[in-house]
């Protein structure tokens, strides 16, 4: 249908979203560590498993100026099924093609498609959200992703990580997340008409939205590849260490929602710089505390949840600062420039520890962090632009 015309066929909808996002969640929450494991049993150099998990980010970075193109001419029920049908075979075909080679090209092609759902989702959610609720809607939908992301390592962590049975859950996993969309066809929304804006145009209409997106990939990823050997560099035994990461994505869960509902009852803009000074205190008070198990895994906790909020109030201001027509492009370069940071906080990072030792990590967030106070000081959303 062209618009969700009821309260309760919106609320449907955003049901069968969020179970599907779920879903992928979970997929894709299990398939990183399942192929880093898979990796290094046979004995593959870290360099070269460090490559092959760059080929997702690669591949929305490569793919990503064709999206919207693609998606409006399948629309949005087509698009989500066939791209996460794509991915379900991918992860089969991993079990079944041990090569190396392979294993980069089906990284590639899951990195490809699941950037379709991931556009068409977000995209549904700002169509389907209000002035009102956005902020809500926004946290709603990161705190289903963040708990598949956290369900996923923990199925492999209890299946283990050898034979062909974890690649089939994975994959029945993206599999049963098709099935919410399909139920919800009649009230997903139509995609609009074909955007004709260039995509760089996108960057320049929101460059604060776009700079949120870059650094808090650069500070996301960086922490959550890194933040284990920040601990044991500073003599925190191994469960400590692991600890500290299930604090943090415990912060990514369950803070979304609340974040999200003090954006739509308070200022989005005003909630936004909240979590950028509260990333960059994380960053500054987490040498002093690291002693300190109490007071560090609330750092830690309250961390995890205003530097993926970042991310959140992201989205809720694309849906604020671009027209219907608009929406899927603008979310595919926000998708695109988050990859970008994502890709590059953990080298950057792990070159700093490399350099300066385990600060490396805390100067290099600190340096992101401020870096978007700046431009949330210098820059401000501007009014959607036109074709």
């Avoid at 959200?129 to 705190?143: C, F, H, P, Q, S």
């Avoid at 002093?288 to 906790?301: M, R, T």
């Avoid at 979310?331 to 490399?354: H, K, Q, R, W």
Wanted: glycine fraction near 10%; hydrophobic fraction near 60%; proline fraction near 6%.
């Amino acid at each position: 249908m062209s618009d969700v015309v009821t309260g309760q066929q919106r609320h449907l909808s955003l049901l069968a979203l969020n179970a599907c996002v779920l879903g992928v969640g979970i997929a894709f929450g299990a398939l990183v560590p399942l192929i880093t494991l898979h990796l290094a049993h046979r004995g593959i150099d870290a360099t070269l498993i460090g490559l092959n998990a760059a080929m997702f980010p690669l591949a929305v970075l490569l793919t990503g100026p064709f999206l919207p193109r693609l998606i409006h001419r399948w629309g949005t029920v087509r698009s989500m099924t066939v791209g996460l049908a794509i991915v379900a075979i991918a992860t089969l075909l991993f079990s079944v093609l041990p090569w190396l080679l392979v294993w980069f090209l089906l990284r590639f092609i899951t990195g490809a498609a699941g950037a379709i759902p991931w556009v068409v989702s977000e995209t549904w959610l700002n169509m389907v959200a209000t002035e009102r609720d956005r902020g809500r809607i926004m946290g709603i939908y990161a705190t289903v992703m963040a708990a598949g992301f956290a369900i996923g390592p923990a199925i492999i962590g209890a299946v283990g990580a050898e034979g062909f049975l974890p690649f089939v859950i994975v994959a029945l996993a993206v599999a049963l997340a098709i099935i919410p969309i399909l139920l919800a066809r009649k009230l997903a929304p139509v995609m609009p008409e074909r955007n004709e804006v260039p995509l760089s145009d996108m960057v320049r209409a929101q460059p604060l939205v776009m700079m949120g997106a870059l650094c808090g990939g650069v500070m996301d990823f960086a922490l959550f590849a890194l933040l284990p050997v920040y601990g044991l560099r500073h003599g925190l035994d191994q469960a400590s260490a692991v600890f500290m990461i299930t604090v943090f994505i415990g912060g990514n869960v369950l803070l979304q929602l609340p974040i999200g509902w003090l954006a739509d009852h308070t200022n989005r803009l005003t909630v936004l710089f909240a979590c950028i000074l509260v990333s960059l205190a994380g960053a500054l008070l987490l040498p002093w505390l690291i002693s300190q198990p109490l007071l560090l895994y609330c750092l830690v906790f309250f961390w995890g949840g205003a530097l993926f909020a970042i991310y959140t109030i992201g989205l809720g201001l694309l849906g604020d600062g671009f027209p219907r027509n608009q929406l899927a492009a603008a979310n595919v370069v926000f998708i695109m420039v988050y990859e970008i940071g994502s890709a590059g906080g953990p080298t950057l990072a792990g070159t700093a520890i490399d350099a300066f030792g385990p600060e490396g990590l805390t100067a290099v967030v600190a340096i992101a962090a401020t870096a978007l106070a700046i431009a949330f000081i210098r820059l401000r959303p501007v009014p959607p632009i036109r074709p």
